[in-house]
C-alpha cells in the first residue's frame, strides 16, 4: 500500500501500568500474617581493592602495582537485608490493566486516524488479546519482576487478587523464564481477565501481586539501584530506592520484567537468551545490542506503519509484537519533512 503514515504527532498511553513494589520481611511460615515490616535501607563504608583494569605500564611494572593495588577503595553504599529471625521476602505491588488501545492519545494525522482504528479493532475481534495477556500472565506467576531476588531462592509463591474474592496462587519455580508454554486453570483466569480489560470491555483491571520468596535468614536482598547522574565529592557510590523510607523496586523495573514477552525477534532460536522486552528496536541494553534491525525490516515502526495503514503483515506473530509495543506505550510521531 502506497499511503504514507501521515501522523507526525502520535502517541499511545500504556495499558499496563504497574505500581512501585514495596519490600517486606517476614517467615515462611507466617507470610500471610500481617507480622510482615517494611524493609529500609542501612548505609555501610566499606574498604574495598583495587580491581578495575589497569595500564600496561602499570601492569608490567611490579613496584607501580604494587602501590596502585595498596591504594585504599573507601566506599559508602545502601545495602538492604532480611531482618535476624526473617527469612521471607514479600514484594507488593499493583497492576492497572487498561483498554482502549484503538485510540492514540495524540494523533494529527486523518488518514492514519480513519485507517488504524480499523486495523487495531480487527486485530481484537481476530485474537481477544489472549496470546499477549497468556505471557503477561506467566510473567506475573513466575516472578520475573522479582530480577536478582529470585536467584537462588528456595521457594517463591505469587498470590494474585483480580478484585473477585478469590486469590490465584501460583508456584513461581514451576514456570520457565525462557518459554511461554505453561497452563492451568489459575493462569487460565488470569490470563481471561487481562485479555478482557486488553480488549476493551471492562473499564479497567485493578491486579494486586504479593510474592513471597523463601531465601533465608537475615539474607540481603535487591532493591531498585537508583541512577546518580551528578554526585558530588563524598556521596555514596551505591544508592539504592526507597519510598517514605521502605525499600522499593522501580514501576519502570516491573514493567519491563513484564512485558519480556518477545520471542518474535529474527535471532531467537539462534542466540539462546530467551525472552526479551518489547522494544521498538528489540534493544537489551546489558547487551548492548538491537535485535530488531531496521535492515531486516523486524523494527517496530517498518512493520507498525504497514499495520496501521491496513496492509496484512507476514504473520500474526507480527501483529502481536506491534500490539505489545503499543501497549508498552511510548511517542511515535515522524518528522513531517521527506
Known amino acids: ?33 500481617a507480622k510482615a515490616t517494611p524493609l529500609k535501607l542501612n548505609k555501610k563504608s566499606v574498604r574495598g581493592t583495587i580491581s578495575n583494569r589497569l595500564k600496561p605500564a602499570v601492569q608490567n611494572d611490579p613496584l607501580k ?34 483498554g482502549g488501545i484503538d485510540k492514540p492519545s495524540a494523533s494529527n494525522g486523518p488518514i492514519f486516524n480513519e485507517r488504524f482504528p480499523v486495523a487495531a479493532l480487527a486485530y481484537v475481534e481476530q485474537t481477544g488479546f489472549t496470546e499477549l495477556a497468556k505471557r503477561y500472565a506467566i510473567n506475573i506467576a513466575n516472578g520475573r519482576y522479582l530480577w536478582r531476588n529470585r536467584v537462588g531462592a528456595e521457594k517463591i509463591e505469587v498470590v494474585v487478587n483480580t478484585g473477585d474474592g478469590q486469590p490465584l496462587v501460583f508456584d513461581g519455580k514451576q514456570f520457565s523464564l525462557r518459554d511461554f508454554n505453561a497452563d492451568s486453570s489459575a493462569l487460565q483466569s488470569l490470563a481471561d481477565q487481562i485479555a478482557v480489560a486488553l480488549s476493551g470491555k471492562l473499564p479497567y483491571l485493578l491486579i494486586t501481586v504479593n510474592a513471597y520468596v523463601l531465601i533465608g535468614n537475615a539474607q540481603e536482598v535487591y532493591p531498585s539501584e537508583e541512577l546518580v547522574l551528578d ?23 516491573i514493567g519491563n520484567a513484564l512485558r519480556t ?11 539462546q537468551i530467551g525472552p526479551i522486552a518489547i522494544e521498538p528496536y528489540g534493544s537489551v541494553t546489558n547487551l548492548g545490542k538491537a535485535f530488531r534491525n531496521p535492515k531486516e525490516k523486524a523494527d517496530f515502526y517498518t512493520l507498525f506503519d504497514r499495520f496501521a495503514l491496513g496492509e496484512k503483515l507476514a504473520d500474526i506473530n507480527q501483529e502481536h509484537y506491534v500490539m505489545a509495543v503499543l501497549v508498552r506505550g511510548g511517542v511515535f510521531g515522524q518528522s513531517g519533512k521527506d
Open 1 to 33: 500500500m502506497a499511503t504514507r503514515n501521515d501522523a507526525t504527532v502520535l502517541a499511545f498511553e500504556k495499558k499496563l501500568v504497574p505500581s512501585d513494589g514495596y519490600l517486606y520481611g517476614t517467615t515462611w511460615d507466617e507470610r500471610y500474617t
Open 65 to 98: 602495582l604494587n602501590a596502585e593495588v595498596e591504594k585504599p577503595n573507601l566506599q559508602k553504599v545502601d545495602a538492604c537485608a532480611l531482618g535476624e529471625h526473617q527469612d521471607t521476602l514479600r514484594l507488593s505491588f499493583t497492576l492497572k490493566v487498561l
Open 231 to 253: 554526585k558530588g565529592k563524598g556521596d555514596k557510590s551505591k544508592i539504592l530506592y526507597a519510598v517514605n523510607e521502605v525499600a522499593a523496586l522501580h514501576s519502570q523495573k
Open 261 to 271: 514477552i518477545d520471542t518474535w525477534y529474527p535471532s531467537f532460536t539462534d542466540v
